[in-house]
């Protein structure tokens, strides 16, 4: 049920920033949870942001269940591409870029775009969501949204407050052991770093 409700909830704000007639196509709507933390730089990459042209249709900003903002685990289970490939902030060591493939970060912090908004199948009453708020790889698969990931992270989630979504996820998949997911996230960490590099070249 809690998977359900998010997605609702972020259906029902899409559609009143889609018929705000105060924000533009091409603008984007920052959109953020109610139990996250923010880094204390993220007004000042936010405001970096906000004079680039950011090519890109969402932009995820934030990550859940992550112990720190500068979490290295991000990086080993979808990096992005080699660092001249990725676009900078102009602040610090920020940038953003396509992650190796897309997995269900959350919906802690995110910028979306209006024309963006304009590609989900929400606007026909007699459609019903059959996606999940955070199934990056749908949108880009079925609505040519294309997403794109801001490393390091300047939101997470509360630790103290976990979010219902994400304990039910646990249950329905379970982990597997500890020290075998770290060693199968080492193995694949160079592959995964070659299909970023890839994406990032070719789309």
């Known amino acids: 049920m809690g998977e359900i ?3 609702l909830s972020h259906i029902s704000l899409y559609k009143k920033i889609f018929n705000d007639n105060n924000i533009g196509n091409d603008d984007f709507v920052l959109v953020s949870e109610d139990d996250i ?4 730089h993220f007004w000042d990459v936010l ?3 906000e004079k680039q042209t950011i090519n890109a249709d969402l932009l995820v900003l934030g990550e859940s269940k992550v112990s720190s903002f500068s979490c290295k685990k ?3 289970k979808a990096p992005l591409s080699l660092r001249p490939l990725n676009k900078k902030v102009e602040y610090r060591n920020f940038v953003y870029g396509y992650p190796s493939h897309y997995y269900y970060a959350g919906t802690v912090c995110y910028l979306i775009k209006k024309s963006a908004i304009a590609k989900f199948p929400i606007h026909n009453n007699n459609t019903l969501p059959y996606w999940l708020a955070d199934d990056f ?4 698969k079925e609505f040519g949204i294309k997403t794109k990931m ?8 509360n630790p103290i407050l976990e979010s219902n979504l994400e304990n039910n996820r646990s249950i329905i998949s379970p982990r597997p052991k500890k020290y075998r997911r ?8 160079p592959f995964k770093k070659i299909i970023a590099i890839i994406i990032n070249i070719l789309r």
């Open 5 to 7: 409700g998010c997605t």
């Open 37 to 40: 933390l923010f880094s204390e």
């Open 47 to 49: 405001s970096k942001l």
């Open 74 to 76: 991000i990086e080993i």
């Open 137 to 140: 790889s749908l949108f880009y």
């Open 150 to 157: 801001l490393r390091p992270i300047i939101a997470i989630e």
């Open 182 to 189: 770290k060693i199968m996230f080492l193995l694949k960490y």
